[in-house]
Every structure is written in C-alpha cells, then in structure tokens.
C-alpha cells in the first residue's frame, strides 16, 4: 500500500472514531480510557468491557440497556452471536408468534415487506444503541427483541422475569466464514479489508465485536441446561436438518404449540416457506432495503448453507480453529 493510501487510511479510521466518540456520553468517554482495547474491523478500535469485545456505541448502549430495560413475563429475547442465523430465527419466532394475527400465506404479511430485524429490533441497534432513550411503548406485546449481548449481560434485567431467551448458535466454522464476509461487506468502503488470516487471528483470540465467540455461546448453553424452560438453545445445524420439527420445538417452547387443525391445513409448511433462505433472499425490501438506514438489508443474505467453511479454510486455519474450540468448548458437551 502506499504511503499516501495509509496516511488518509489512518485519518479516516480516526474520522470514524471521533464519529463513535461523538455519540458517547461523556460518562461512557471516561469509561473507555479505564478499558483493554484492541483493533477494531471497520473501527479503529473495540474495547473489553463487562468481558466482551465492544465498539464504543454499543458500549453506551449496554450501559443504558443495563441502566433501563426490565423485562416483562411475556417478552420473548432471540440471542445469537452475528452471523449465527439471527436474521432467520427472528422470522420464524415472527411469524409463530403472530400467526392468529397474520396468516403465514397471506399475501401481505409483514415478513413479506419488511426485514426480520425491523420487526424484531435489537436492544443495542435499533433500542439502545442512539443517545436518546427509546420510547419501548409501541412495541407490540409480546414484545419480541433480538441481541447480541451475552447471557450476562443481560441477566439482571430480565432475573425477575418470566421471559423466555432462544439462541441460535452455529458451528464456528461457518459462523467465521459468514462474518468474514459480512465483516469486510459493511467495513467503510475505504477501510482495509481484513484478510482472512488476520481475521482468523482475531476470531481465535476472541477479540472480535460480541466475542469472545465461547463467552457468547456458553454463557446461553449453560442457562438452557440449568433452566430448560427459560433458555432454549438451537443450532443452525439442526434447523437446517430438520425444520419442521425445531419449529414445533420452538413453539411448544413459548407456549403456543400448533394444534392439529393447524398441522392439518399446513400451517407450519407456510411458516417453513415464509421464512425460508430463497424466500426472503428474494423480497424487494431484502434485496434493496437498509437497517436503520445503514446497513444494506441484502447483506445478511449470502449462501446460507452448512459447511461453506470448507472452500475458504486452509489446513493451518482448520487446525488453529479446531484447536480454539477444543480448548474454549471443549468438555461442555457442546458438539458442532
Ligand atoms: P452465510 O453467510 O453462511 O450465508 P445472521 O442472520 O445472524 O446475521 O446470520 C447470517 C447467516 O444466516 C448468513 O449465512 C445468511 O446467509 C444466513 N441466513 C439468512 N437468512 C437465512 C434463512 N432464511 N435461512 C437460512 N439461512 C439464512
């Protein structure tokens, strides 16, 4: 790279940071300089923070989550690590939870015209992640939110509550392979990209956004054990062996199993097709719509298949991935 290319390189990283810095509070200024910080991807850096690795607005959002949100009985929290699935268990809870409301085959349905993460918002982007207090009162009930943040993270807001959490979780391999693209997609246009080494560095020593990628997962899979009828831990895997029966799990999980007259008329088929990889892929809203007018929908949508890892692993990179999750994963009973 040349000299020049690096020097405005370094100045729009530093751009990009004071932007961050910008919709900080002050109190969440002085925080920062107390913190371990690392390199960022697509930010010039992210910070440890409560033991995950944040960007500075998200830890202003967790901050704020922490400080307001109190979960009521019938909220319903879908949790994941990025690039596990969420886009699509959001769907599916969507469109289980509202089907007396919206039939899963009207032509109209609001998974139809709109992207899954605007229906179910994220507390640390669409709810906390802005300075100003969001307004959680027109949110229908049950209300149905997604987040990225660990278990512990949200513990002390929702310990009181009934509320029910599913995670997706996805075997690292490809949970790293669809970050990397997603990673590098959404990255300022003028921002190095990462190779996939270096990102593989990073993933590995658990410095990347919402990691490390194990405090993520075992923080949920240890509460689904503990506490079956609060947390229920799906795989992606799994949804894509099987569908239709982890949609009836998932229903049953939050109270509103399908009834045989509803199995009868093909109503999990619907929601199945509803939801489904090519389906959504397709929509107008997904092909050219954006999240909170920043990232293109159509990014969340890329294979969408079990074992694209291995046309972009090498051997080092297998055996360094394998030998983390031995370490991090292992003896948990978790198997991928
Ligand atoms: P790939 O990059 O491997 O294709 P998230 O929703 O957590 O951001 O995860 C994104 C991953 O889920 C991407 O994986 C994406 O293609 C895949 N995905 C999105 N919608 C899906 C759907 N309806 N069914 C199956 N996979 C889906």
Not at 52 to 61: D, G, N, S, Y
Not at 149 to 172: A, E, G, M
Not at 199 to 212: D, M, N
Not at 237 to 248: A, M
Request: net charge neutral; aromatic share 14%; hydrophobic share 35%.
């Amino acid at each position: 790279m040349a000299a020049t290319d690096k020097q405005s390189n370094v100045q729009l990283e530093k751009e990009a940071e004071d932007e961050e810095y910008e919709n900080c509070s002050q109190e969440c200024k002085d925080l920062l300089l107390s913190l371990p910080r690392e390199k960022g991807w697509g930010v010039p850096y992210i910070y440890l923070y409560q033991d995950i690795w944040l960007r500075p607005i998200r830890i202003q959002a967790i901050s704020t989550f922490q400080k307001q949100f109190q979960a009521k009985d019938s909220d319903i929290i879908v949790a994941s690590l990025p690039k596990s699935g969420t886009t699509w268990l959001k769907a599916l809870v969507f469109a289980i939870v509202n089907r007396n409301r919206f039939s899963p085959s009207q032509k109209n349905h609001p998974l139809l015209i709109s992207n899954s993460h605007d229906l179910v918002p994220y507390f640390e982007f669409h709810l906390y992640g802005k300075r100003q207090n969001p307004d959680l009162s027109n949110l229908p009930e049950p209300r149905l939110v997604g987040t990225h943040f660990p278990f512990h993270s949200i513990l002390d807001s929702i310990s009181k509550s009934k509320c029910k959490i599913i995670y997706i979780c996805r075997n690292p391999f490809d949970n790293f392979v669809s970050l990397w693209y997603f990673g590098n997609a959404i990255a300022p246009s003028t921002s190095p990209r990462l190779s996939w080494e270096e990102a593989l560095e990073r993933y590995s020593k658990g410095t990347i956004e919402f990691g490390p990628f194990w405090t993520n997962i075992l923080g949920y899979w240890r509460e689904s054990i503990e506490k079956p009828d609060k947390v229920l831990f799906l795989k992606y895997e799994d949804l894509k062996g099987d569908i239709k029966f982890h949609l009836k799990r998932v229903a049953e999980f939050l109270n509103c199993p399908f009834d045989s007259e509803e199995e009868g008329n093909g109503v999990i088929e619907n929601i199945i097709e509803l939801c489904s990889f090519g389906k959504m892929k397709e929509l107008e809203v997904n092909k050219a719509g954006k999240i909170l007018d920043r990232y293109e929908n159509k990014v969340f949508f890329r294979k969408g298949e079990v074992g694209d890892w291995v046309n972009h692993f090498s051997p080092w990179m297998e055996k360094k991935l394998s030998k983390t999750i031995e370490e991090k994963l292992g003896g948990y009973g978790l198997s991928f």
